[in-house]
């Protein structure tokens, strides 16, 4: 026993201290005669009479403690069902079940399973109160107590199941209110216990539906099928073991149609979107009339028709859908809290209608209905931009067809509402501009439109970039921009921004550049899961960044869907039945406090960020001055392809300068892309002398394309006019560096390698990009600068000279196993270069029944243990891209079938000793998509981002002799004087080693090597 509750500082009354005598006389002298002798009960009377005072919480612990040994003193009569019954058991109850409400844990452990129900009564009236709660403090506090009654409780008692579903409801709640993930991981956990340890029987249906439900939420939110499956599987028995019709069966069946139409949109099933209509159908009929769920289950059946009759053609479901809206619409009366969302889900079936089938009035049906919607929606309510939305979707559909100027402003203004919005959805907002953009352009309204783009791109910081898995379900990101990507919403702001007027071309081009490292550092982000502001402060501020993403998670979750798990009712006294527990349905709380409250937290903390040295544009379009403080080694050519225009942004120590590329025309890139695909592809086949021939002029042409469309003009802009020859392995210490940053399309073809390489070896002016600088390239302007900073700080590091040296000679599962003879000549001669190696070689030995992979295997585990400890990484092996998930690209190692080494992988590795890496494998700086949306991310690049401030790469398998031969030269090329390896020598020795394969020797045939750019265009140096 302890003095619970008591303040020290306060004097304690005699009949506290009389009652703290008489208890340690029991406990000193284990005998409990003080609690039934003469005076004993008078001293208790006396005691109570303080209740409610200021020594409440003491009083009720002695008194507790008093009736609990008295109620042991006093023998049991015979009839033993008595016991419950007995005055001084309830009084010990009684009492102390206020202790233990107060956190109170020094309590007789006997009593805890009654103290726990006795708490379960009154922790049960505050869960109604708890939906509509959006303090996270009482919803954390409530929680604790579920758990610690759930704790008191044996794990076979009859009413455990019931409690441990009261914590997981409120465990979801919480979740609900912008708590943390692990909420809804731990409701799970709780809902998993409570259904083992329910009986079976009637109240079994609730147990399964708390579970079914609260993993269809986990499968929604993580995109995960194991959890669709699982909720698909227990809501299925749910609803068979759920009373035939009713409220209940409702609620069952409306979350299955859900479970099952986020499994079809995963996974895209006709069997599930189906069953998602039949589930919402059967919903319906089992509501009573009037019932708010009946009216959300006609709403989402509304939504499932539409969806299903986009994917089958059929009409008749296009009119059900319709049919159904308009009943969902008509069951909900003007002031209904979701009329809005109803009225807007008609209008997308009407709206979808008239484009199956071009009827005016359908069109005109819709854009009245998105209209009511967003008019059914109070001005400040965080949820009004997304009907905005929506009716400027319907308008701008209504302007394409009817050319009506009203229905174009009318369709940017509900746009450029949506956007002004500050308590909207980030996503949303941003989405909104673009669209408006997009459409104020097309009128000619350039300077609108580029003010509107610039608005939406400056948002994309701030939408969580978490990409699902797998890549095609839809993310926050994607709501923004659309398919295209945050990099193609940069392009278009950053091409509106040049052809505006105003302001002076410096300043244009200065904005425009800001945009496009806005975006395409939002798409890497997204892609690879690192880079950008957020990878910089995590090494720095680990703590703020922590806080900064989980804020922002919280803000940016959309709200769930108004079904909840049902909810327990009151236990009963201890030994009653609580079998047949049927859940009320609940009531969605708006959360609106929680989400303001959120706002204004996260405003906080990018302040406090923001006031960190280094990071004052944290989260913002860089500024000028921050951009050119990395031209300071050289300029940075940034180009802009557009369906709007063309252009280059060069940025120098003197500004940024924008150069307009009329020749470099969206389509003409794609033309060339697809060319030089082709070509490449023929020419590495080899079967057809004629056709390689024929296939190497072509790559010999586009390079001339390139340089006359790109490079050429970008050269002359910035002054670059004169060759250095260097043939035959002569120095190039003396050309300027030059970085490109290409993004998206351009990225696809060797910018490096651009020019009229049949020109006179000894012309001054030759036009050739290799003759005139020597190239890299970078992602973004600040990855640059990230990259830079890593090199300073590892110069000096004492592992300089360890390198990782991974080699495979084959490859199991690819055709012919992926022969890679010169993967051991490369081993070989960069074993003894180095002060320590490590060799992972492939044996050309498969995991299977004979056993495990040997130790010195190139496994993605052993290479990833490897790299952190490692100054230079070399890699001799087949890579591969993903043109549908660039972030899948990945290097063919050991066990690349089973665990893929890929770009994603990359992300969380500690790269603190990294300075280079060298991809000595085939298409390891290729994108295998003919548009990439995600900035030309490829394993070279995702390196850089990674952590490595050099990495070499190429962009197509190049022959053995060529490989080794470059290899050679490359690693030559980074000795110093004093034999040491220098990796920030890599640009140079690449260049020089690339330029002697060139310029060397005619090849067997006797044609000259500089017609055939297969041989020595491939290798690409990226980073500082």
Request: glycine letters at 8%; hydrophobic letters at 45%; aromatic letters at 4%.
């Amino acid at each position: 026993m302890s003095d619970a509750g008591d303040p020290e500082h306060t004097v304690r009354p005699a009949a506290l201290q009389a009652m703290e005598e008489r208890l340690e006389r029991v406990v000193l002298h284990r005998d409990l005669t003080p609690v039934v002798e003469s005076g004993a009960l008078r001293d208790a009377q006396r005691l109570a009479e303080l209740l409610s005072g200021e020594h409440d919480l003491a009083v009720r612990h002695l008194l507790g403690w008093f009736h609990w040994f008295r109620h042991q003193a006093i023998p049991v009569p015979a009839n033993p069902d008595a016991g419950h019954d007995r005055p001084d058991l309830r009084a010990a109850v009684g009492a102390l079940t206020a202790c233990f409400l107060a956190g109170d844990d020094d309590l007789p452990p006997p009593l805890l399973p009654l103290i726990a129900e006795s708490a379960a009564a009154y922790a049960c009236e505050l869960l109604p109160a708890s939906r509509e709660s959006d303090d996270p403090v009482r919803l954390r506090a409530l929680a604790e107590l579920w758990q610690r009654i759930v704790v008191a409780l044996p794990a076979a008692h009859p009413h455990r199941a019931v409690h441990l579903s009261a914590l997981g409801n409120v465990l979801r709640i919480t979740f609900g209110r912008g708590g943390h993930p692990a909420d809804l991981d731990a409701a799970i956990d709780r809902f998993r216990e409570a259904l083992s340890a329910a009986p079976v029987g009637p109240g079994r249906a609730m147990y399964l539906f708390n579970l079914g439900d609260a993993l269809r939420v986990r499968g929604r939110r993580a995109a995960a099928a194991a959890d669709l499956d699982g909720a698909v599987t227990l809501l299925r028995q749910a609803a068979r073991a759920a009373p035939d019709d009713g409220p209940y069966q409702g609620l069952v069946l409306t979350s299955l149609g859900g479970a099952l139409l986020l499994r079809y949109e995963r996974a895209g099933a006709a069997a599930d979107l189906d069953g998602a209509a039949c589930g919402y159908r059967d919903a319906a009929e089992a509501f009573p009339a009037g019932h708010p769920g009946r009216t959300e289950a006609l709403s989402r059946l509304c939504n499932v028709l539409r969806i299903r009759s986009g994917r089958t053609g059929s009409a008749a479901d296009l009119d059900e859908a319709i049919e159904t809206g308009r009943r969902a619409v008509d069951a909900a009366p003007a002031g209904h809290r979701h009329r809005a969302t109803l009225l807007s889900d008609l209008g997308g079936a009407l709206l979808a209608r008239f484009e199956r089938l071009g009827a005016a009035a359908d069109l005109d049906a819709a854009v009245d209905h998105h209209r009511q919607a967003a008019e059914a929606v109070p001005a400040d309510d965080s949820g009004r931009a997304v009907f905005l939305v929506d009716l400027g979707d319907a308008l701008s559909v209504r302007f394409e067809r009817d050319g009506t100027a009203a229905d174009r402003e009318a369709a940017v203004g509900a746009w450029s509402a949506a956007s002004a919005a500050q308590a909207s959805p980030v996503a949303v907002r941003a989405r909104a501009g673009l669209s408006a953009a997009r459409l104020l352009a097309w009128s000619g309204a350039a300077q609108e439109a580029a003010r509107a783009a610039e608005a939406a791109v400056r948002l994309l910081p701030l939408v969580a970039q978490h990409r699902p898995e797998p890549p095609d379900r839809p993310d926050a990101i994607a709501e923004a921009t659309g398919a295209a990507g945050a990099a193609v919403a940069a392009a278009t702001a950053a091409a509106l921004a040049l052809a505006a007027p105003g302001g002076t071309a410096r300043e244009r081009a200065e904005r425009a550049l800001g945009l496009l490292e806005t975006g395409r550092a939002v798409q890497l982000g997204q892609v690879l899961g690192s880079g950008g502001d957020v990878t910089e402060l995590r090494e720095h501020h680990p703590e703020l960044a922590h806080r900064f993403c989980t804020l922002r998670d919280r803000r940016d979750r959309s709200a769930d869907p108004p079904l909840s798990a049902g909810e327990p009712r009151e236990p009963g006294a201890p030994g009653s039945a609580a079998d047949d527990t049927v859940p009320a349905r609940p009531h969605r709380a708006p959360g609106a406090h929680a989400r303001h409250r959120t706002a204004r937290e996260l405003a906080a903390v990018l302040a406090e960020i923001r006031a960190r040295e280094g990071f004052a544009s944290f989260a913002l379009v860089p500024t000028a001055d921050e951009l050119r403080a990395e031209a300071a080694h050289g300029p940075i050519v940034v180009f802009n392809v557009s369906t709007h225009r063309s252009d280059a942004l060069l940025l120098t120590t003197e500004g940024v300068t924008g150069l307009p590329l009329p020749g470099l025309g969206r389509t003409a890139v794609i033309d060339r892309v697809n060319a030089f695909r082709r070509a490449r592809d023929t020419a590495l086949a080899g079967d057809d002398p004629a056709g390689r021939e024929e296939a190497q002029a072509v790559l010999v042409g586009v390079l001339e394309w390139l340089w006359d469309a790109a490079a050429g003009p970008v050269l002359e802009a910035l002054g670059h006019r004169v060759a250095t020859r260097a043939g035959g392995g002569g120095s190039t210490t003396d050309l300027p560096r030059l970085w490109w940053a290409p993004g998206g399309l351009l990225g696809l073809l060797p910018l490096h390698a651009a020019g009229h390489h049949t020109d006179a070896p000894d012309d001054p002016y030759r036009r050739t990009v290799m003759d005139r600088v020597v190239s890299s390239y970078t992602p973004t302007v600040r990855a640059l600068r990230h990259a830079r900073r890593r090199g300073r700080l590892r110069a000096g590091d004492p592992a300089a000279g360890r390198a990782l040296i991974v080699a495979m000679p084959t490859t199991p599962g690819l055709p012919g196993d992926g022969m890679l003879p010169f993967a051991d000549a490369e081993a070989a001669l960069l074993a003894g270069r180095f002060a320590q190696s490590v060799v992972l070689r492939e044996s050309g030995r498969a995991d299977g029944p004979a056993g495990p992979a040997p130790a010195a295997a190139p496994t993605k585990a052993n290479v990833l243990a490897q790299l952190p400890h490692c100054a230079i990484a070399h890699f001799a092996c087949h890579g591969t891209s993903d043109p549908a998930d660039p972030a899948r690209s990945r290097l063919l190692l050991h066990d690349h079938a089973q665990d893929p080494l890929t770009v994603r992988s990359l992300a969380p590795v500690a790269l603190d000793r990294a300075r280079l890496a060298y991809l000595s494998a085939c298409q390891t700086g290729a994108i295998g998509a003919a548009d990439p949306l995600d900035g030309a991310v490829h394993l070279t690049s995702a390196l850089q981002l990674a952590g490595f401030p050099h990495v070499v790469g190429t962009l197509w398998e190049t022959g053995d002799r060529t490989a080794v031969r470059i290899t050679r030269a490359f690693y030559d090329g980074l000795r110093t004087e004093s034999a040491a390896l220098d990796p920030d020598r890599a640009a140079r020795a690449l260049h020089a080693a690339v330029r002697q394969v060139r310029d060397g020797e005619d090849l067997p045939t006797g044609r000259d090597r500089r017609r055939a750019p297969l041989l020595w265009a491939a290798h690409v140096h990226a980073g500082a």
